[in-house]
C-alpha cells in the first residue's frame, strides 16, 4: 500500500509571496492533517480535515489556510509569507478523525522563504 | 490545555545498553498517548500508542512504554539499544474525542555508541 505523499519535497520562495503544499494520504483513509516542523518550536498542529470538513485548528495566523477534496487529497495554503514560515512541513493522514487513530506521516515538503 | 515535557533533549547511550526516554503529560482528562520517532530527512513513524486498557504497551522495534497515570507518565525504554535506533523521539498526546490533534514534545535526540 502507498504511503503518504508530499509534494513537493522542496521549496524556495521570498518574503511576501504565497504558497501551495499538497498531500495524498493513503488510499481509503479519510482524515488530514498537517503540521509545522521547526528548530526553535517543535512539531506544532495546524488543522486536521475530514470528510472535506476543517475538524480541528491549531493557533496559527489566518494566512494559513487548507482545503480536502472529495478524494481525500489536502492542500494547504499560505499566504504572504514570512521568514518564520521557513520549516518542515508535515502531512499525517488517518482512517478517520478518532483521536486514537494511527496517524501515517509523510516525508514533508522543507519550506525556505528568503 | 494539554502538554508534554521530555527530559534530555539529548541521551547517548552505549550500544547493547538500555534504552529509557522519559515523556511527562499535563491534561485535564487521562489522554491518548503516543511515542513517535523520526529518521533524518524523514516524517515521523509511530513506534506505539496507549488508549486503553494494559499499560505496558509494546511497539515495534523492541521499544514498549508504560503508563503510570499517578506519575502522569509514558517513559519509553528498549531492553538493549542498536545502532539503528539513533534517531529523534517524539512524545505526543491527543484528547479523547478530539480529533487527530497531536500535541508533541519537545523530541529527544538519541545517539548510539559503539
Known amino acids: 500500500k502507498a504511503g503518504v505523499t508530499q509534494t513537493p519535497r522542496y521549496l524556495i520562495k521570498t518574503r511576501g509571496q504565497q504558497v501551495t503544499l499538497s498531500c495524498s494520504p493513503i488510499?481509503?483513509?479519510?482524515?488530514v492533517s498537517w503540521y509545522q516542523q521547526t528548530p526553535g518550536q517543535g512539531l506544532q498542529f495546524l488543522f486536521e480535515y475530514f470528510s472535506e470538513t476543517q475538524r480541528n485548528k491549531g493557533n496559527f495566523p489566518g494566512r494559513f489556510s487548507g482545503r480536502q477534496f472529495s478524494n481525500s487529497r489536502s492542500e494547504m495554503n499560505v499566504s504572504t509569507l514570512e521568514l518564520g514560515d521557513s520549516a518542515l512541513y508535515l502531512c499525517?493522514?488517518?482512517?478517520?478523525?478518532?483521536?486514537?487513530?494511527?496517524?501515517?506521516f509523510g516525508p514533508g515538503t522543507r519550506l525556505t522563504v528568503l | 490545555a494539554q502538554s508534554v515535557t521530555q527530559l534530555g533533549s539529548h541521551v547517548s547511550v552505549s550500544e547493547g545498553a538500555l534504552v529509557l526516554l522519559r515523556c511527562n503529560y499535563s491534561s485535564s482528562v487521562p489522554p491518548y498517548l503516543f511515542w513517535y520517532v523520526q529518521y533524518p530527512n524523514q516524517g515521523l513513524q509511530l513506534l506505539l500508542k496507549y488508549t486503553t486498557g494494559a499499560t505496558l504497551v509494546k511497539g515495534i522495534n523492541g521499544f514498549e512504554a508504560e503508563f503510570k497515570k499517578s506519575e502522569t507518565s509514558f517513559h519509553l525504554t528498549k531492553p538493549s539499544a542498536h545502532m539503528s535506533d539513533a534517531a529523534e523521539y517524539f512524545c505526543?498526546?491527543?484528547?479523547?474525542?478530539?480529533?487527530?490533534?497531536?500535541?508533541f514534545g519537545t523530541g529527544t535526540q538519541l545517539k548510539v555508541e559503539l
Open positions: 488510499s481509503g483513509h479519510r482524515s
Open positions: 505526543a498526546v491527543s484528547d479523547p474525542g478530539g480529533g487527530n490533534k497531536l500535541t
Open positions: 499525517a493522514s488517518s482512517l478517520s478523525s478518532s483521536s486514537y487513530n494511527e496517524q501515517f
